[in-house]
């Protein structure tokens, strides 16, 4: 699959992107990365929290390489296309990303009190991971974004 592909399938779109669109998005993210810190907050609405952010940072990948997710099952495209642009390397994390889209879905719409705690730490850790990865990318690939976010 490529990102050519996913556009003529519909799943995505061009777009352009700004500093200032980045940098919202960056401020999006920390705010649910507190937000899924706070204890009074259930695992469930902690895990959904963090999984948004986990979904902003890939699509700030897609944003930067000129695109952005459309029509259905855009969260699904998102992680597709994170494992287009980053490689083999992150085809793991993809679809991590995207088994928590699963779960995630399932706390939104169907199930309560289904989130561990050891499930809302993995995920948190490895969106913690990935932002500093995705600051170091943006200043590498695309400094005209970069803002100095590292954490």
Same mark, same amino acid.
């Given at each position: 699959m !490529?990102?050519?592909?996913l556009? /003529? +399938?519909?799943?995505?779109?061009?777009?352009?992107?700004?500093?200032? *669109?980045?940098s919202?998005?960056? *401020?999006?993210?920390?705010r649910?990365?507190? &937000?899924a810190?706070f204890?009074?907050l259930s695992? $469930?609405?902690?895990?959904?929290?963090i999984?948004?952010?986990?979904?902003?940072? !890939?699509?700030?990948?897609l944003y930067?390489?000129?695109?952005q997710?459309?029509?259905k099952a855009?969260h699904?495209t998102v992680? /597709?296309?994170?494992k287009?642009i980053?490689?083999?390397e992150? +085809?793991e994390?993809a679809d991590?990303? &995207?088994s928590c889209r699963?779960?995630?879905?399932? %706390? $939104?719409y169907?199930?309560? $009190?289904i989130t561990?705690?050891?499930e809302? &730490?993995e995920?948190m850790?490895e969106?913690?991971?990935f932002? %500093?990865?995705?600051?170091?990318?943006i +200043?590498?690939?695309?400094?005209?974004?970069?803002?100095? +976010?590292?954490?």
């Open positions: !490529t990102l050519k592909q556009e /003529q +399938e519909g799943r995505i779109r061009p777009h352009r992107t700004s500093k200032k *669109e980045i919202g998005l960056f *401020e999006l993210i920390k649910d990365m507190r &937000d810190s204890p009074g695992s $469930d609405r902690r895990f959904a929290t999984y948004n952010a986990a979904l902003a940072l !890939t699509t700030i990948i930067c390489r000129g695109f997710s459309y029509g855009h699904f992680f /597709q296309a994170m287009i980053l490689g083999k992150h +085809e994390l991590y990303f &995207d699963i779960k995630r879905n399932k %706390v $939104d169907d199930l309560a $009190d561990s705690q050891k809302l &730490d995920l850790n969106v913690k991971r932002y %500093v990865f995705i600051a170091g990318w +200043e590498k690939n695309y400094p005209h974004y970069y803002l100095a +976010e590292k954490g």
